[in-house]
């Protein structure tokens, strides 16, 4: 599996002060000199994190595969279509939210969802969608054109150690193995931590994590360097 660093977190942590610093482009680095084989960054409605300047200056960055995170807006769609990420993951968006709570209702809004897909795929940008498991929302994706699907990751990681885990887990795997039998490519993500993300390696054919919040929290204590490495470690190999 491969290993996506979200780096929002950094931009949080910049946009307390106002200031410069930490600079997002500079952790991104960071974090590919360190085993991340790409970059996700979230270009919110209300730019709380990243701003527009950090994705012109992350899409130059050559070394990494940026991976740009978006609600389906016309406005997103402009940015996109101008920057030419490597890829985007389309997310829904409530300003209230504290982070992306659920996933993108795909089947709720076919039409919607695959005319927008459609000039980014024509670009030459890759799609990936941001679901929930379930077997509607899987099938739903399929039919866009998008590449991916990225797996939310969240309920599962909010059951992890208590009665649920299983349950929630194999939502996870059913979803993952339809994904497959329909020809879509499957990534996961959303409160994945050092511990939880073991398991991931049991669910068939993940081809990347994306992780933020736990990774960026480790590094006040171990460095960016030491907190990708050992995610990393965890990603790359099961054990
Ligand atoms: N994937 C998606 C689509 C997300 O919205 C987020 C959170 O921004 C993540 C992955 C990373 O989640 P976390 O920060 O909990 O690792």
Do not use: W
């Not at 482009?25 to 701003?51: P, Q, V, Y």
Request: proline fraction near 3%; charge should be negative; aromatic fraction near 6%.
């Amino acid at each position: 599996m491969l290993l996506g660093v979200n780096i929002d977190h950094v931009a949080t942590l910049r946009n307390a002060r106002g200031g410069f610093e930490p600079d997002p482009i500079a952790a991104a680095k960071i974090c590919i000199e360190n085993g991340a084989d790409s970059i996700t960054a979230h270009l919110r409605e209300d730019r709380r994190h990243i701003m527009d300047n950090d994705v012109k200056a992350l899409s130059k960055f050559v070394d990494a595969h940026l991976n740009l995170e978006m609600a389906v807006t016309e406005e997103m769609q402009k940015i996109a279509l101008s920057v030419k990420p490597y890829s985007v993951c389309l997310v829904p968006e409530k300003r209230q939210e504290v982070t992306t709570e659920g996933g993108l209702d795909v089947a709720g809004q076919l039409i919607r969802v695959t005319s927008f897909v459609n000039p980014l795929l024509d670009a030459g940008i890759m799609v990936s969608l941001f679901i929930d498991p379930t077997e509607e929302q899987v099938r739903a994706a399929a039919k866009t054109g998008a590449q991916f699907i990225e797996l939310h990751t969240g309920q599962y990681s909010n059951a992890f150690g208590g009665p649920y885990e299983e349950e929630e887990f194999m939502k996870l795997n059913e979803a993952s193995r339809l994904a497959h039998a329909l020809g879509l490519k499957v990534n996961a993500g959303h409160g994945l931590n050092y511990q939880n993300v073991r398991r991931m390696h049991q669910i068939i054919d993940l081809y990347e994590l994306n992780i933020g919040h736990s990774i960026i929290s480790k590094a006040l204590f171990t460095g960016l360097e030491d907190a990708v490495k050992e995610m990393k470690k965890l990603v790359t190999k099961q054990g």
